[in-house]
């Protein structure tokens, strides 16, 4: 039987363990690497060998991916649930899988009243929860609920256009790779003015009258954001994303535990409310962080438009994401340039 958490699994084992990788690998004879070597021959043997900085940042890029990737599946997966669970006649779930919407924006609507409505907490507990229909839940079924349901929300947001436009980042990497990750940034913003002379205190840099933007790698890329329906098309903007690979790979792991728990609940009813051999197994109730202790407090992103709408309109204006959902929209003066000095 199919088990989509065990391929998640080893995913983020594979990202975990390629970021920390030795340079040098002993390769077994008959391993995949051997393999491949063999078939490749001579251009198996790069003559550009991988750095360790090239390897982190391969991760975080890959760790973009790997998080939209496992949003989506537990998005599609509490759809085709919920159309078979409303259905009067037995439906297939693979079947309601394939004929889910193909844009996530379509998905993402469909799926709103639902999870928005005073009715759905049972509903997403017997999604979840592998127990009798009918049962009363506990405390611990509670807060697995409300927790599952917390990262629910938080991949309708991964997967959707907000005001920094997450899906983008991913289909940039996906189609042809036209994003830019960056290790080398680091943007800082200073409440307090430089001095007369243009210098700036090192301390007007740190501590609370300073706001880290970018302290570890950023992904840039430009796209367009869809215009609401009926509205003249939005210009390009540019936007620079945090890529943090912890924070990333934490966030797609929540993900990918409530997914497991729906994946494995479907079977759980399907086979008459037991479990039977071969299924996939239950990861248990997940009683974690929530997404907003996992993301902190930073910046998301910047975003800045690069073209007009076909009006000569700026739609999005330029500014920055808070990972509590704040969008501080920001203006731009004239340039400046200063030394930084001690103080």
Do not use: C
């Amino acid at each position: 039987m199919s088990d989509p958490m065990a391929y998640f699994r080893s995913k983020l084992e594979g990202l975990l363990d390629e970021a920390d990788v030795a340079e040098a690998r002993t390769v077994k004879e008959g391993s995949l690497r051997a393999r491949f070597q063999q078939l490749a021959g001579e251009a198996a043997h790069s003559r550009s060998p991988i750095t360790a900085g090239q390897r982190t940042i391969q991760v975080a890029v890959d760790a973009i991916q790997f998080r939209h990737q496992v949003a989506e599946a537990l998005l599609r997966l509490i759809d085709a649930r919920l159309r078979q669970r409303n259905s009067a006649s037995p439906q297939s779930l693979w079947m309601n899988l394939i004929r889910s919407p193909t844009r996530l924006h379509d998905l993402v609507e469909q799926l709103r009243p639902h999870v928005e409505s005073e009715e759905f907490f049972p509903i997403a507990a017997g999604l979840l929860i592998p127990v009798p229909a009918g049962t009363t839940l506990d405390e611990d079924m509670k807060e697995g609920t409300s927790t599952a349901l917390d990262w629910i929300v938080r991949a309708s947001e991964i997967v959707m256009t907000g005001q920094i436009d997450l899906n983008a980042a991913n289909n940039k990497i996906k189609h042809g790779i036209t994003a830019r990750p960056e290790d080398k940034l680091r943007l800082t913003i200073a409440t307090k003015p430089p001095n007369a002379d243009g210098s700036m205190p090192l301390s007007h840099l740190a501590g609370p009258s300073s706001l880290d933007v970018f302290d570890t790698i950023v992904l840039e890329y430009i796209s367009r954001p869809p215009s609401p329906k009926g509205q003249e098309p939005h210009g390009y903007e540019r936007t620079l994303l945090r890529a943090d690979s912890p924070v990333l790979l934490a966030e797609a792991w929540m993900l990918a535990i409530t997914h497991g728990a729906i994946f494995h609940t479907a079977a759980y009813r399907h086979f008459g409310e037991k479990t039977v051999e071969g299924m996939a197994p239950y990861p248990g109730i997940l009683i974690g962080p929530t997404s907003q202790r996992i993301l902190g407090k930073h910046v998301v992103g910047l975003r800045f438009p690069v073209t007009t709408s076909p009006q000569g309109t700026i739609h999005r204006p330029p500014g920055m994401l808070l990972s509590d959902g704040v969008f501080v929209p920001l203006k731009f003066g004239e340039g400046r340039s200063g030394v930084v000095v001690d103080g």
